[in-house]
């Protein structure tokens, strides 16, 4: 049965809550930074703008505690013109339709798998992610899986443009996560990343998947023994293949 064509229980409201991170879980990269490459690129002026700010807001992405300051300089430079959320979800349609290849070659198969079989469970899955929630919906469509709650990153006008209002990461995506409703303890949480901690550490079964080499003795150190440190198919990450 081809995932399109897969029906799935009706979700109990006490169903086992289970949380996917995006990038680098079940898509290979970042979704947000080839969206915004790609509105920054749509016009001369806009590069040349991002050209100009990025030695004041590049340096500042590389941190945590600044890296929301400086994706926001980014965001503004490729959305100068546009008045809000609904111009700037009209563009991510317009994004992902035109690089529908692209996208679909990045969205990993064995993440979809226990992506799709905790929903053939009846578990209460959630995406967590740092992106615009519309953009990880529509990549979502392309496997049929659109109607998955995403919780992510709120936008709203800023300067002219389209700036972040709250960043959906770190200790804000539990936040953001308790304010959509799920606030059941989870079960199971997936993630790649070590700014999703709070995220992992929540969890009565973190799952690592797809981390930077790097990250992986700490992941080690900080979550429970036994831990499983996977590999879902991302060239160039840590963790263990999964055959």
Not at 29 to 57: E, Q
Not at 109 to 123: K, M, Q, S, T
Not at 210 to 237: D, Q
Request: aromatic fraction near 8%; include cysteine; charge should be neutral.
């Amino acid at each position: 049965m081809s995932v399109a064509d897969t029906r799935y229980p009706v979700v109990r409201a006490d169903a086992p809550l289970v949380v996917f991170d995006f990038d680098h879980t079940l898509y290979d990269g970042d979704s947000g930074s080839h969206l915004f490459l790609w509105l920054i690129r749509r016009s001369v002026w806009r590069s040349l703008l991002a050209l100009l700010i990025a030695p004041l807001f590049g340096p500042l992405v590389a941190f945590l505690p600044t890296r929301r300051l400086g994706i926001s300089g980014f965001v503004w430079a490729g959305t100068v013109g546009l008045h809000g959320r609904h111009d700037l979800d009209a563009l991510i349609d317009q994004y992902v339709d035109a690089h529908r290849e692209q996208i679909r070659k990045r969205l990993l198969p064995i993440a979809l798998e226990v992506f799709r079989e905790h929903r053939e469970n009846g578990d209460r899955v959630v995406v967590a992610t740092g992106a615009p929630p519309e953009l990880a919906r529509a990549i979502l469509a392309f496997v049929a899986h659109e109607d998955v709650p995403v919780v992510g990153t709120e936008v709203g006008p800023r300067l002219g443009g389209i700036g972040p209002g709250r960043h959906c990461h770190h200790q804000m995506k539990m936040t953001m996560l308790r304010e959509a409703g799920f606030d059941s303890p989870m079960w199971k949480a997936y993630s790649d990343s070590s700014a999703d901690l709070p995220l992992l550490q929540a969890a009565a079964e973190p799952v690592v998947v797809n981390p930077k080499h790097g990250r992986v003795r700490m992941f080690r150190e900080v979550l429970p023994a036994g831990t499983p440190i996977l590999n879902w198919g991302c060239p160039g990450r840590g963790g263990d293949p999964v055959q």
